[in-house]
């Protein structure tokens, strides 16, 4: 496997999941926070999973796969306990779509990686399916590192990177400040609103 990483962006994609155990668990919480629309077949449900389903975060058809409930979907996941009920899905899966196979990955073209989020900050590792417990221990390890505080300084990188995109200030000066935010100092929210506005003064001041 070497695989290509890529960010995808699932607003409003139909994902359709088969089987609804503790791997399709694992996988649809990740998912469900990229706003696209879930659709799960399975005959029975994990209880997270059921509990999800009465906060109505995805549909839910209780039934055994069928090649139809895949049709039009832009990402299909083969989750069930059944490598062979996982490899049909994958042969009948859109020629267009991404497929993840929990039995047997080369099957499909697209794998889960293990996922740090801070906000706007995104990291994620994989092994190509070397060890996906390593992956997840350099997952624990980094977010030791990339604390809750990310969140907001990426939020205040964002917009100061905005602020500075705008202003006539010249190449050079908007590449010396980009290179200034990241100071270590600038973790710290009294900071960062100081480095805010000192950023406005010196944009104001070229008006
Ligand atoms: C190829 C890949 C395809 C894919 O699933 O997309 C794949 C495949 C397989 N995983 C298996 C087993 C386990 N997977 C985990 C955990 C995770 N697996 C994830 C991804 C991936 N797993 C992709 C490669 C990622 C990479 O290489 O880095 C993570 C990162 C993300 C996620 O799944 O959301 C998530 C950690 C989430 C986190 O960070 O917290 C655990 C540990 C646990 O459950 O705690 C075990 C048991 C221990 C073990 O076996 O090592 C098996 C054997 C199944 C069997 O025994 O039949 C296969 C099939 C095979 O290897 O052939
Ligand atoms: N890729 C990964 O990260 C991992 C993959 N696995 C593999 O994933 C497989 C699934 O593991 P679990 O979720 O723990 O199993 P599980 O037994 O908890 O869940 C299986 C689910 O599939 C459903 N199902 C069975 N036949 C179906 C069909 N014909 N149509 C629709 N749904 C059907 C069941 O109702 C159940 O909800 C395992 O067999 C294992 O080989 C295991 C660990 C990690």
């Known amino acids: 496997m070497n695989a290509f990483p890529i960010m995808l962006n699932l607003l409003n994609k139909k994902v359709v999941t088969v089987g609804g155990g503790n791997v399709a668990r694992r996988k649809l919480q990740t998912l469900l926070k990229y706003d696209a629309s879930i659709h799960v077949i399975s005959p029975e449900l994990h209880p997270d999973l059921k509990r999800l389903h009465e906060a109505k975060q995805f549909t839910w058809v209780p039934k055994h796969f069928e090649p139809e409930d895949i049709q039009d979907a832009f990402m299909v996941i083969a989750a069930t306990n059944d490598a062979e009920v996982n490899a049909q899905v994958a042969a009948l899966a859109p020629e267009q779509a991404l497929i993840n196979v929990a039995t047997q990955p080369e099957q499909g073209n697209a794998f889960f990686t293990s996922h740090l989020k801070?906000?706007?900050l995104s990291i994620s590792i994989s092994t190509n399916g070397a060890s996906p417990l390593l992956a997840k221990k350099i997952k624990d390890e980094?977010?030791?590192?990339?604390?809750?505080?990310?969140?907001?300084?990426?939020?205040?990188?964002?917009?100061?990177?905005?602020?500075?995109?705008?202003?006539?200030l010249t190449q050079e000066e908007k590449q010396r400040l980009l290179y200034d935010l990241l100071a270590s100092n600038l973790l710290e929210p009294s900071e960062q609103c100081q480095m805010k506005q000192t950023l406005q003064n010196l944009i104001s001041k070229e008006h």
Do not use: A, I, M, N
């Open 118 to 120: 801070r906000g706007r």
């Open 142 to 168: 980094l977010s030791r590192v990339y604390d809750d505080r990310y969140e907001d300084y990426l939020d205040f990188l964002y917009e100061c990177r905005r602020l500075l995109k705008t202003s006539d």
